[in-house]
């Protein structure tokens, strides 16, 4: 009967509505046990545990942090941490919509089924019995049901990949739902636990964001034409390089050999560090490393390393143990084969703190390492099975392998959920050797104590892999490996 009443339902959205800090009221009402009563749906969330291992609080608690995150985004000091957010905030239309979707994202779960569906169907019903517009229900039921949507493409796709950035513009469909989107997630992300937010993710989040937000503005039904990318990209990286002197017969010389996917994938200035480095190391036998770190003004960002070398068997393996050995993490790998079998291998690596390394000193002894580990393909195998992985003292993460296709890029998608553990990356390099499997792209994502990491493999031959029996076998020895 109260809940029902009209004058308590325009008083609950009076203070949805209010400009002052929401979230405390919110948080205030729900110590006093009077949210969950008003919506039981909230209620029934309250002290509700989530088995898993990088959500560390109850959802009821989660969602409160995540509120209190975003209220923060509108302080002063949230330029400095969360730039693209504490910009988005102060430009979004109503603010209440973002605090009723923060307050539903996660509200469906322990009741089986999808918790985004039953949210997005809680929070329109929500909406209807406060009167809040057709328009604005169906924004904040959108933002209910693909909150989860940023997250797993940034972490899970490839987004320098046009066609990626295309269909995930085609779900969000405007720029509005994208700027609610995105400061939902940046606040989901830090809300349910301090580990999972670091530079890297924030880099490939912001990607995003711009990279949709100028398909949008393009207009969905003109997308940007692969040659004319090419083109565009080569033009600018050429014009550059012949500005500090390199030859362009040089130029044009080394990249007739990179195809060009390679003009897809990189920008015009990180072409022309490696086309700089490449051509100035022509003569040298040992592999080429080179990296750059994030300057430090830059809050958001991974340390980047280059490989250039011979493409041999085994390297992806010891590339990872060598950076384990190092005490780095590796978040994003992206690995390609000129025509004349040279690697162009780039990895996005954090140190143990999820913190980019900037020091000189510590950056040269990493590419000395990286140099002396590589330069022998013979020690390759010594070095992959050098250390052995310790095991999860506290948790049991079932190892589970998911392959399919994606035609579209003629390679095959294995996503990977295992416990976290130094050597992993380095194992399943181990195994795809053994397998005869190429790889030509990688996304880590570290969550908690567990990996979800996405591979796209080809056969040696360069063909996808679709062979039933192969694809069980490769399942199979990654579980049997990993799985213990």
């Known amino acids: 009967h109260y809940r029902e009443d009209p004058r308590h339902q325009r008083l609950f959205m009076a203070i949805m509505r209010a400009p002052g800090n929401v979230p405390r009221q919110l948080r205030r009402m729900n110590r006093y046990g009077i949210l969950g009563k008003y919506l039981p749906e909230f209620g029934r969330a309250v002290g509700l545990m989530q088995h898993d291992l990088f959500h560390i609080y109850t959802v009821d608690a989660h969602t409160l942090r995540l509120l209190k995150f975003l209220h923060g985004f509108r302080k002063p000091a949230a330029k400095g941490d969360f730039p693209v957010a504490a910009a988005l905030m102060q430009q979004l239309p109503k603010l209440d919509l973002l605090w009723i979707a923060g307050l539903f994202h996660d509200i469906g779960k322990g009741r089986g089924g999808d918790h985004s569906e039953i949210g997005a169907r809680d929070v329109e019903q929500f909406c209807q019995r406060h009167h809040v517009s057709p328009h604005d229900t169906n924004l904040v039921s959108w933002l209910v049901e693909h909150h989860l949507l940023m997250s797993m493409t940034a972490q899970k796709r490839d987004i320098s990949d046009p066609d990626v950035i295309r269909d995930f513009a085609l779900v969000v469909r405007n720029e509005t739902r994208l700027d609610y989107l995105y400061v939902l997630t940046v606040a989901d992300i830090n809300a349910t636990n301090p580990t999972l937010w670091n530079g890297w993710r924030a880099t490939l989040l912001r990607q995003l964001h711009a990279e949709t937000k100028r398909a949008l503005r393009r207009g969905l039904n003109n997308p940007p034409d692969r040659d004319d990318w090419v083109r565009e990209t080569r033009t600018e990286a050429r014009s550059l390089l012949q500005t500090i002197g390199i030859n362009r017969a040089q130029i044009d010389q080394l990249w007739e050999s990179l195809g060009e996917d390679y003009f897809l994938q990189y920008a015009p200035s990180e072409i022309v560090w490696q086309t700089q480095g490449i051509l100035n190391h022509n003569q040298s036998p040992l592999p080429l490393v080179l990296i750059s770190a994030p300057t430090a003004d830059m809050a958001e960002g991974g340390t980047k390393v280059f490989i250039h070398t011979r493409s041999v068997d085994d390297l992806f393996a010891a590339t990872a143990a060598a950076m384990e050995q190092l005490g780095l993490s590796i978040h994003d790998a992206r690995i390609a084969t000129s025509h004349n079998d040279w690697t162009l291998n780039t990895f996005i690596v954090l140190d143990s703190h999820g913190q980019p390394i900037r020091d000189p000193n510590h950056i040269e002894e990493m590419r000395q390492h990286l140099v002396e580990e590589l330069d022998d393909p013979d020690d390759y195998p010594t070095i992959v099975t050098r250390h052995t992985p310790r ?15 994606d035609p579209a890029n003629e390679r095959t998608l294995l996503e990977l959920t295992a416990p976290d553990r130094p050597g992993l990356l380095a194992r399943v390099g181990r195994i795809f050797m053994e397998q005869d499997i190429s790889l030509s792209a990688a ?42």
């Open 391 to 405: 095991q999860l003292k506290h948790f049991k993460v079932p190892t589970e392998v998911l392959i399919e296709q």
């Open 443 to 484: 996304k880590i994502a570290t969550l908690g104590e567990r990996v979800e990491d996405v591979f796209f493999i080809t056969t040696k031959a360069g063909e996808p892999l679709t062979d039933p029996e192969r694809q069980q076998q490769l399942r199979e020895r990654l579980i049997e490996v990993l799985g213990v």
